[in-house]
């Protein structure tokens, strides 16, 4: 019941990302090692985020990273399902609800359905905006 | 982020046990026919669930599996972490801390400690009583 570690990286890189100076940019280089993340991981990390919208890659020499969009709209749950998909907390809370086999009958998948809406609002509201001027 | 499929099973399984009348026992292949549980997989599970104290193993024909004590004294905390070990919602706030490379540098872990704190506190607020009587 943990986080992926490559979305806790994720969640790293992009608070460095948003703590820029407005028009600056960060290379891999400058993320891994202030954020503690392998380089190797990290790069393709930055490829799924870019992907995903979350971040702006810019080539070349004195490119880098920046934020696609303000701080305040980026949350928590961008990035970890920019990383996971869709958070579950548990199988039978995943989208479909094609895992579950007991219909009715299951009286923990209620509990799950709560929890799971508890931590999607956290993450939802958790955006990086109170990180952008905490440097 | 999601809960494993064994300790899925394990909740399943806990609350169908915790479902017996008094002095009744479940075998292995009536919970795994009522909860849809892999019968392997779930001999596996109930080993571990009796060597964590939670269900009381009987040996014989009549043999089977019930509760080590009253459902409301049975958390799924318990059981989650019978199968999973210490519930650590993110590395970062693991028993020892000892993953952690940011240390005071890091923004994110106040948001993890904070979820792992309100979902410790429901799964050992939810027991099995509230199942006892349900069937």
Redesign the interface.
Known sequence: ?????K??YA??AV?FVAQLKKGDLASIGKIAKA??VPREFLAKILKELTRAGILISFQGVTGGYRLSRPPREVS?LDV?EAM?GP??????VEGSHSDC??EKG???RP??V??QE??IR?LKK?TFH??AN?R
Chains 1, 2 share one sequence.
Do not use: G, P, W, Y
């Open positions: 019941m943990q986080l992926s570690r979305a806790d969640l790293r608070a954020r503690h928590f970890i996971e958070v579950a907390v548990n199988l039978c086999t007991q299951c009286e923990i509990f799950f709560k929890q508890q931590i956290a958790q109170s990180f905490a």
